[in-house]
């Protein structure tokens, strides 16, 4: 899959955000494109015109980092921005053979220790990939992420729970503007991450096709670097919750993502927290109960 539209399209449309007056250039007249031309940001960027058109044709291939570094520099891309158009370069010089093996969804299952780690946090929990499905949580990001996991296709995709089960999303996520936006952001990041993933062009072509919110913030070419923040949830059991999440890569890994939730000691949410770990234990032990009774040796009526 040639990711030279996505080179374009995403030059074109940083170029577009910067006006001359950001830039330190004189604002000019009869302007026609929003943002730079093409020949101000070749200015910038110590470059010819002409030179500067190939790259944002799509042309990324042989092209050393420090001319990306200029590009970057040029458009005033942020760290994520920077970040995935050296991703986007990278991957228009690697060969097929040489692309990263993901594991897929199907194929994937975590170690025993990283069973027993997940287990240990008594706190929600969960890994995930690039495409935002839930690979493996413990008993209490299932619970976290109970609205998310009613969806009968496994595994869990916190996009298609976001954009495909808005109902639910819309109660979730109080502000489900930014968390959609956020979802988005994260999926455009793999993209240019690995753009071979059938399964993630997959998911975007589905996405497209059945959402039209998704479909406009896709058009927007944003990225984003997910690692830590604060969030604001509103879960079905316990109401609202206000928790800080941390995001850290799996050396071991590659392409997974570890993410737990805490709320700040003795606030509402941790309280909240807590009663929804009760809920979660209580869940869990009617759940085997019931299997149990299914399962167990039956008798014959008199």
Do not use: C
């Not at 910038?44 to 590009?71: K, P, Q, T, W």
């Not at 009663?275 to 399962?295: C, D, F, I, P, V």
């Amino acid at each position: 899959m040639d990711n030279r539209d996505e080179v374009r399209e995403f030059l074109t449309s940083r170029r577009a955000k910067i006006t001359p007056e950001q830039a330190g250039l004189p604002p000019g007249s009869k302007r026609r494109v929003p943002g730079l031309r093409r020949g101000e940001v070749a200015l910038l960027a110590n470059m010819s015109v002409e030179y500067y058109s190939r790259l944002e044709r799509g042309s990324l291939g042989g092209v050393s980092e420090s001319v990306i570094d200029a590009v970057a520099k040029a458009l005033q891309l942020d760290e994520a921005e920077r970040t995935y158009l050296f991703d986007l370069a990278r991957a228009a010089n690697r060969s097929p053979e040489a692309r990263p093996r993901r594991k897929t969804s199907a194929q994937w299952t975590p170690r025993p220790s990283l069973r027993h780690t997940l287990d240990a946090i008594s706190a929600p929990a969960f890994v995930r990939n690039g495409r935002m499905d839930i690979l493996a949580a413990n008993q209490f990001g299932h619970a976290f992420y109970s609205d998310a996991f009613a969806a009968p296709e496994r595994p869990a995709n916190l996009a298609r729970f976001a954009f495909l089960d808005v109902e639910r999303a819309g109660r979730f996520y109080p502000n489900w503007e930014a968390t959609a936006d956020i979802t988005v952001a994260i999926l455009r990041t793999e993209a240019g991450r690995d753009p071979h993933d059938k399964a993630l062009h997959d998911l975007i072509g589905e996405l497209s096709t059945r959402s039209d919110e998704f479909r406009i913030r896709w058009a927007g070419h944003n990225v984003r670097l997910h690692g830590s923040g604060v969030k604001r949830f509103h879960h079905a059991v316990v109401g609202e919750l206000d928790l800080a999440y941390e995001s850290m890569e799996l050396t071991t890994e590659p392409g997974l993502t570890l993410t737990v939730y805490t709320a700040e000691p003795a606030s509402p949410s941790d309280e909240r927290l807590r009663l929804l770990a009760s809920w979660s234990t209580a869940e869990q032990a009617n759940r085997r109960s019931s299997e149990s009774n299914t399962t167990g040796p039956t008798r014959d009526v008199p």
